[in-house]
């Protein structure tokens, strides 16, 4: 069975999670308020969603997982979600 990449954003974040159902457990999480960046440069929210899609891939990987279930969380497949989501398949996670 595929873990679930569960979404949630808000109005200045972006949070990814990989979740097991069949566990009840939460398997890799990623978020833009992870890390630092370098002081002064501003990224877009949309470019910091792109990175939290290829951090969460990364932490996927690491973990042998291939293959997620995307779960948007009730968003519309636009803007932040869709960038997070084309980071994960950039990564090399399978959606």
Do not use: W
């Given at each position: ?7 949630f ?38 470019i ?42 950039k ?5």
């Amino acid at each position: 069975m595929r873990p679930r990449l569960s979404v949630f954003r808000s109005n200045a974040h972006v949070v990814a999670q990989l979740i097991d159902d069949a566990a009840h457990r939460t398997i890799a999480q990623a978020s833009d308020m992870t890390g630092k960046s370098a002081k002064g440069k501003k990224e877009s929210r949309s470019i910091r969603a792109g990175k939290v899609g290829e951090k969460i891939a990364a932490l996927a990987h690491a973990k042998g997982i291939q293959a997620a279930v995307f779960d948007r969380g009730g968003y519309r497949y636009h803007g932040l979600v869709k960038m997070l989501c084309e980071g994960a398949r950039k990564g090399g996670l399978t959606i």
